[in-house]
């Protein structure tokens, strides 16, 4: 990663009286240290990578007050981390992408929550749902029930966010249980502003250290213990956590006129919700609503009080809360049942049952709730000519254009390593037919989508190999499995090859060897060759590979369309038996562009030769018929229009974003598809040889002076 | 403090890697500087690998000493009748912004640039799978309030500046924003990147006026070449609408071998223009010239080697790459010619019996990364381009030839009977294209529809009324996927005319 958050690090130096301006997921970082946080530590992902990130960076800052930062091997790793707060009085951060990362830590986590914290413990969740996502969309709420872990999902403010998180510490430890922070994409991105407090020290770190170990029975995660533990969680945990949400009034109370009516939202959801009803005009700009509001920024465990008392002498109450099983809405009408109050509860029968509340459907979902409520002093006979008029211009849009509009699916990026790999299966399957290809999650998931469609599967990160083994043996010929180095090092090697091997599974694996995490911000992994700290490791893919026994074991270069094919016929067609390995090895593009980039630029300055290398097609040769493209789904292989007035169809065209990876040329050559491909090297600042061979050459070939031809 | 002004809403689309949260940066700046509410926001995730993504800002026009220390509670996702300015980096982002409803007339000013950066489905598209820009051109013009759109990137590039700098300067000269042009320089030069470029670029988004600009560059049409006079002369007796494309493909023709050939072109083109009429237009003609002049210059490698070797081939390579006119430029030939590429060019016996033990002489099928900037790279060409003397005796000069005679012969009898089933019969021969195995299966796809479709028909007693377009359906499916199993659908079941 040579990308630099020198900026973001300065930030989150601020103190008493400044004020802080950034996104979100950065306020949320320097709250944790205002709040003495000792130890930090996660597994990159959208939309949390960033703290992982910046926290890498300020590694003077965590020195100088003893905070101890880890980049987590798995979130596994990450919630183990929290055992730190089980006997001592240490508080303690993780961080990862919900709700894959919360899937991956959930041993640990249950363990965590069974056993209780006496310093407080922070699980900070990056809810990566609805527009923007990349993953199932599942809910992070099942957890916090199943384990009893309280969830916060806070109001998007930034002074809202930075004291929740003080305060959840606070609630971790006088409930004893691990507190989770939810913030939805939007939020970790949204830009904003808060008045900064003085970072705190930590009580318990690396420059105030623990006596001794300290060993309580009560604490370990077995019988009796986990008996006695499980009855605490309900008798003294939860009131207790009632009773501190409750008197710090974590979640807010908006008053309004219109008091027959109510709106109880997830706090995340809350300033969608404030713009719905300004559509109406029944909010203004400073969020001021006439319907009064109940914000629930924790929402796990509710508070019953709070709740029955804000719906008491209402006829009807809106339940709004994104995602699916509607938890939120069943306890509420569970505690109005228990309170025998007859507050009609809306929700899911107005508003969609999946998908993100975006403000279309807020807008129409308050309309549905007011048309069905229709309290007294507001028309709602106007509701729905007040929705037409706001989306008309999206129905006169459609009649106006030509058809829906492409789509832009994500792909590799120009130059990506990992597209070749992909080309040669593609070209392998003309030659010998359909593989069963087991894909996995990382920048190669793209094989799935367009021009490739390459991937039968996709079961979660690190787990291609392993999701292939049920389905090698019922196939005449060997599957394919797909797993990046992040995968690899995350559970791949432990899920996947051992497993494989030890089944003795007769299959074949590649492995995206790029040296990065890349498809979250080309984090260091343990291949990368040095950790954050600079240090070297020594960690190789292939040394573990051999070390675990795996026999049949190839690195290609990626670029190497035509070797990469041979290696997996030869892996798919050979009669030795066990597991195949290809290790598809070359740097990360976007990585090494950030490294070169500058040197490049350097050396031009400086007078020095720098030979540039891009690919082009020739116009008169090229057919139009985009063979290569669809091979390739190389953003600078692109089309323009055909400037020969005999050909209509827009003919192939590299565009000047070209890195000169090569891959159009190699596939035009593995495929034998044509020759209007060229790869051309241009030599920036020439030796005085290149020069005098240069006007040599065209001289003889095109009997052209050098100085006069070229364009400018 | 006055609760019933409306925070300013911006909405910025763009690609990943286009700069747009850049450009978002320094909106945020700007506001910030002028101590104004500012909340912005993006979803980037996978769509920073090339996908399309939004960012979203809402500013406050009253600053916060103004405001009692209340905060407005501003969206963070972008509402249909709600944006002040959409800022679209590229036209279709603009068009998917309209179909989300996020301009509107009484209300949206779109900033977009109008160029065009084509999706992977319009890219891969068989023949020309591109989105069409009159519709949305239209839909810009009624929906939208002002607009600030023209072709961006070549201002961009034209000032050696980056797109996003551009698409500031044009915010800013909307003046929608409660913002000074100051506060804009600021923060381009507070974030410190790419300074010059980016404030060149922010100026002349900013003094841009519609209609001033250039707009987008026709594509340059390769400048018809001359003609013989005997040959100029037989064009010119042709219908007025004819004269340039005849005259084109002609010169094409006579380019490829010689004006013995060309004579053989206007011969056939005058053939089918003989049954054309002046009534249609006649496209029959038209569209007539046009293949035929492709299909008679096909790409063997005596052509490819020509057209590689020629001066003005080397002088838009240097331009294409923007190489400076003191930079050496080494260029190298992706050649990979197959047992069947050689065939084509060899005798007909000899390129037939190598043709036939195809199998066995793969080995003759090796990369060539030929240096053609090279002397002897060159001049290797250049022989290869000379045996165009002997084209005429080669393997594929005589399919060729017999294949154009049988195509065009079909399609005489075709537009007799019905002119726009021959108008079909003629539009099919776009399917002969590309090379090595795109090629067969295009040619193989052609023999099926021609044998099938056309020929077929024409043996029967009459013709059905919707054979022209059952014809269209059929050719529309060969070139709508390339394995054929559209094209299988819609053709009659019976046949198999397998490729050679």
């Known amino acids: 990663m040579e990308r630099s958050f020198a900026r973001e690090v300065k930030s989150l130096r601020l103190g008493n009286g400044d004020v802080f301006h950034g996104e979100g997921i950065l306020a949320i970082t320097k709250a944790l240290l205002q709040s003495g946080v000792s130890y930090v530590g996660g597994y990159q992902g959208a939309p949390v990578s960033h703290m992982m990130d910046v926290l890498a960076d300020a590694r003077d800052l965590l020195?100088?007050?003893?905070?101890?930062?880890?980049?987590?091997?798995?979130?596994?790793?990450?919630?183990?981390?929290?055992?730190?707060?089980?006997?001592?009085?240490?508080?303690?951060?993780?961080?990862?992408?919900?709700?894959v990362g919360t899937n991956v830590a959930s041993d640990a986590l249950s363990n965590l929550a069974s056993a209780g914290v006496v310093g407080g413990a922070l699980i900070i969740l990056g809810e990566d749902y609805g527009e923007g996502a990349s993953i199932i969309q599942e809910r992070t709420h099942a957890f916090a029930l199943k384990s009893t872990i309280w969830l916060l999902d806070p109001r998007p403010h930034h002074a809202t966010m930075v004291n929740l998180v003080e305060k959840a510490f606070e609630l971790s430890e006088v409930s004893n249980t691990p507190v989770m922070v939810e913030y939805r994409i939007r939020t970790c991105h949204m830009h904003g502003r808060f008045p900064c407090k003085d970072n705190q020290r930590p009580t318990l770190s690396r420059k105030a250290l623990l006596e001794?170990?300290?060993?309580?029975?009560?604490?370990?995660?077995?019988?009796?213990?986990?008996?006695?533990?499980?009855?605490?969680?309900?008798?003294?945990?939860?009131?207790?956590?009632?009773?501190?949400?409750?008197?710090?009034?974590?979640?807010?109370?908006?008053?309004?006129?219109?008091?027959?009516?109510?709106?109880?939202?997830?706090?995340?959801?809350?300033?969608?919700?404030?713009?719905?009803?300004?559509h109406y005009g029944l909010a203004d700009t400073f969020g001021k609503s006439r319907i009064p509001i109940l914000a629930l920024n924790v929402t796990y465990p509710l508070v019953p009080e709070e709740v029955t008392g804000f719906c008491a002498g209402k006829r009807a109450v809106l339940m709004v809360e994104e995602g699916n099983p509607d938890y939120l809405e069943q306890a509420v009408n569970v505690l109005l049942r228990k309170?025998?109050?007859?507050?009609?509860?809306?929700?899911?029968?107005?508003?969609?049952?999946?998908?993100?509340?975006?403000?279309?459907?807020?807008?129409?979902?308050?309309?549905?709730?007011?048309?069905?409520?229709?309290?007294?002093?507001?028309?709602?006979?106007?509701?729905?000519?007040?929705?037409?008029?706001?989306?008309?211009?999206?129905?006169?849009?459609?009649?106006?254009?030509?058809g829906p509009v492409p789509k832009r699916p994500p792909g590799f990026c120009t130059?990506?390593?990992?597209?070749?790999?992909?080309?040669?299966?593609?070209?392998?399957?003309?030659?010998?037919?359909?593989v069963h290809i087991a894909a996995d999650i990382g920048?190669?998931?793209?094989?799935?989508?367009?021009?490739?469609?390459?991937?039968?599967?996709?079961?979660?990160?690190?787990?291609?190999?392993?999701?292939?083994?049920?389905?090698?043996?019922?196939?005449?010929?060997?599957?394919?499995?797909?797993?990046?180095?992040?995968?690899?090092?995350?559970?791949?090697?432990?899920?996947?090859?051992?497993?494989?091997?030890?089944?003795?599974?007769?299959?074949?694996?590649?492995?995206?060897?790029?040296?990065?995490?890349?498809?979250?911000?080309?984090?260091?992994?343990?291949?990368?060759?040095?950790?954050?700290?600079?240090?070297?490791?020594?960690?190789?893919?292939?040394?573990?590979?051999?070390?675990i026994g795996v026999r049949w074991l190839k690195t290609v270069e990626t670029y190497r369309v035509g070797k990469m094919m041979r290696t997996l016929r030869r892996a798919l067609t050979t009669t030795k038996p066990g597991l195949k390995v290809i290790i598809a090895q070359s740097e990360c593009q976007l990585a090494r562009q950030r490294r070169i980039k500058p040197t490049v630029r350097k050396k031009l300055a400086d007078g020095k030769r720098v030979v540039r290398t891009r690919y082009g097609v020739d116009e008169t040769t090229c057919t139009g018929d985009h063979s290569c493209i669809r091979l390739s789904g190389c953003p600078s292989l692109t089309i323009k229009p055909n400037p020969d007035l005999l050909r209509i169809d827009p003919i192939a065209h590299v565009d000047n974003n070209c890195v000169g990876c090569g891959l159009c040329g190699e596939v035009a050559d593995a495929a034998v598809l044509c020759p209007s491909f060229y790869r051309a090297r241009i030599i920036q600042n020439p030796s005085r040889w290149d020069i005098w061979l240069d006007r040599l050459r065209r001289r003889v070939v095109f009997n052209t002076d050098a100085t006069s031809s070229g364009s400018e | 403090m006055n609760p019933s002004?409306?925070?300013?809403?911006?909405?910025?689309?763009?690609?990943?890697?286009?700069?747009?949260?850049?450009?978002?940066?320094?909106?945020?700046?700007?506001?910030?500087?002028?101590?104004?509410?500012?909340?912005?926001?993006?979803?980037?995730?996978?769509?920073?690998?090339?996908?399309?993504?939004?960012?979203?800002?809402?500013?406050?026009?009253?600053?916060?000493?103004?405001?009692?220390?209340?905060?407005?509670?501003?969206?963070?996702?972008?509402?249909?009748?709600?944006?002040?300015?959409?800022?679209?980096?590229?036209?279709?982002?603009?068009?998917?912004?309209?179909?989300?409803?996020?301009?509107?007339?009484?209300?949206?000013?779109l900033v977009a640039s109008t160029h065009r950066v084509y999706a992977i489905s319009e890219k891969s598209n068989l023949t020309d799978g591109r989105y069409d820009e009159e519709s949305v051109q239209n839909a810009i013009a009624e929906l939208s309030h002002q607009q600030y759109c023209s072709d961006f990137l070549i201002m961009a590039q034209q000032r050696d500046s980056a797109l996003n700098a551009v698409l500031l300067g044009l915010v800013a000269n909307t003046k929608q924003l409660p913002i000074p042009t100051e506060a804009f320089v600021d923060a381009i030069k507070d974030r410190g990147i790419a300074v010059d470029s980016n404030l060149r670029g922010f100026q002349a988004g900013l003094g841009w006026t519609p209609g001033r600009e250039k707009e987008i560059d026709e594509p340059v049409q390769s400048v018809p070449a001359g003609l013989p006079d005997s040959l100029q002369r037989r064009v010119d007796a042709l219908p007025a609408v004819l004269t340039d494309i005849v005259r084109v493909g002609a010169a094409r023709v006579m380019d490829f071998q010689d004006i013995e050939y060309a004579e053989l072109y206007l011969d056939r083109v005058d053939k089918v223009t003989a049954i054309d009429s002046a009534k249609r237009e006649y496209a029959l003609g038209r569209e007539t010239a046009r293949y035929l002049a492709l299909w008679m210059t096909y790409e063997d490698i005596i052509r490819v080697a020509d057209l590689k070797s020629r001066p003005e081939r080397y002088l838009r390579v240097r331009e294409e790459i923007q190489a400076k006119p003191h930079e050496p430029v080494l260029i190298n030939e992706f050649l990979k010619p197959g047992v069947d590429e050689f065939a084509a060019?060899?005798?007909?016996?000899?390129?037939?019996?190598?043709?036939?033990?195809?199998?066995?002489?793969?080995?003759?099928?090796?990369?060539?990364?030929?240096?053609?900037?090279?002397?002897?790279?060159?001049?290797?060409?250049?022989?290869?381009?000379?045996?165009?003397?002997?084209?005429r005796k080669s393997l594929r000069w005589q399919e060729e030839q017999a294949l154009i005679e049988r195509w065009l012969d079909a399609v005489c009898r075709a537009a007799e009977k019905?002119?726009?089933?021959?108008?079909?019969?003629?539009?099919?021969?776009?399917?002969?294209?590309?090379?090595?195995?795109?090629?067969?299966?295009?040619?193989?796809?052609?023999?099926?529809?021609?044998?099938?479709?056309?020929?077929?028909?024409?043996?029967?007693e009459s013709l059905e009324p919707d054979i022209a377009t059952r014809l269209k359906s059929a050719r529309t499916a060969a070139l709508s996927d390339d394995t054929g199993a559209v094209l299988d659908a819609a053709l009659p079941e019976n046949v198999a005319v397998k490729p050679d």
């Open chain 1, 63 to 99: 020195d100088e007050m003893g905070v101890h930062f880890e980049a987590s091997a798995s979130e596994a790793a990450a919630a183990a981390m929290l055992g730190a707060s089980i006997n001592y009085p240490m508080r303690g951060a993780v961080v990862w992408k919900s709700t």
């Open chain 1, 212 to 278: 001794e170990p300290a060993f309580d029975q009560e604490r370990i995660t077995l019988p009796p213990s986990t008996y006695s533990q499980e009855k605490a969680k309900v008798e003294k945990r939860l009131p207790a956590a009632i009773e501190f949400i409750r008197e710090h009034q974590l979640n807010e109370v908006f008053d309004g006129d219109l008091t027959e009516l109510g709106i109880i939202c997830q706090g995340g959801l809350y300033n969608s919700t404030i713009q719905a009803l300004q």
């Open chain 1, 339 to 402: 309170a025998d109050l007859n507050t009609r509860i809306h929700g899911k029968d107005v508003l969609p049952q999946a998908g993100e509340y975006i403000a279309e459907v807020l807008l129409k979902g308050i309309g549905r709730f007011l048309e069905k409520a229709s309290p007294a002093g507001i028309d709602t006979g106007g509701l729905n000519d007040s929705i037409e008029s706001a989306i008309h211009a999206k129905t006169r849009a459609g009649e106006l254009l030509a």
């Open chain 1, 415 to 434: 130059g990506c390593p990992e597209r070749p790999v992909f080309s040669a299966i593609k070209l392998l399957e003309k030659e010998i037919g359909k």
């Open chain 1, 443 to 547: 920048c190669h998931t793209f094989s799935t989508l367009p021009p490739f469609h390459i991937g039968n599967t996709v079961l979660g990160y690190g787990l291609g190999l392993a999701s292939s083994a049920a389905v090698s043996p019922a196939l005449p010929s060997r599957t394919v499995s797909i797993m990046g180095d992040g995968g690899f090092w995350h559970n791949g090697l432990t899920s996947g090859v051992s497993g494989a091997l030890f089944n003795k599974a007769d299959s074949v694996l590649v492995i995206m060897d790029n040296g990065y995490s890349s498809a979250t911000g080309q984090q260091y992994i343990p291949s990368t060759g040095v950790n954050y700290q600079a240090q070297p490791t020594g960690m190789t893919i292939a040394s573990a590979l051999k070390g």
């Open chain 2, 5 to 109: 002004q409306r925070p300013v809403c911006v909405l910025i689309a763009a690609l990943g890697g286009e700069g747009g949260g850049l450009l978002t940066s320094w909106i945020v700046d700007a506001a910030t500087a002028c101590n104004l509410p500012v909340q912005s926001t993006s979803i980037p995730g996978v769509a920073q690998r090339t996908g399309a993504t939004t960012y979203y800002i809402e500013i406050f026009p009253q600053p916060f000493d103004q405001l009692d220390g209340s905060d407005p509670v501003m969206g963070l996702y972008p509402a249909p009748g709600r944006v002040d300015i959409m800022v679209a980096s590229e036209l279709l982002e603009a068009a998917r912004a309209l179909e989300n409803g996020f301009v509107t007339p009484d209300r949206t000013t």
């Open chain 2, 345 to 391: 060019v060899l005798p007909e016996k000899l390129g037939r019996s190598l043709r036939n033990k195809r199998d066995r002489l793969r080995w003759l099928s090796f990369s060539l990364r030929l240096g053609s900037h090279t002397i002897l790279g060159h001049l290797l060409m250049r022989l290869l381009a000379g045996c165009r003397r002997w084209r």
């Open chain 2, 418 to 460: 019905d002119y726009a089933f021959g108008l079909e019969a003629v539009l099919c021969a776009n399917l002969n294209k590309g090379y090595g195995d795109t090629f067969a299966r295009g040619r193989g796809n052609f023999l099926r529809i021609l044998e099938s479709l056309i020929e077929s028909p024409l043996r029967s």
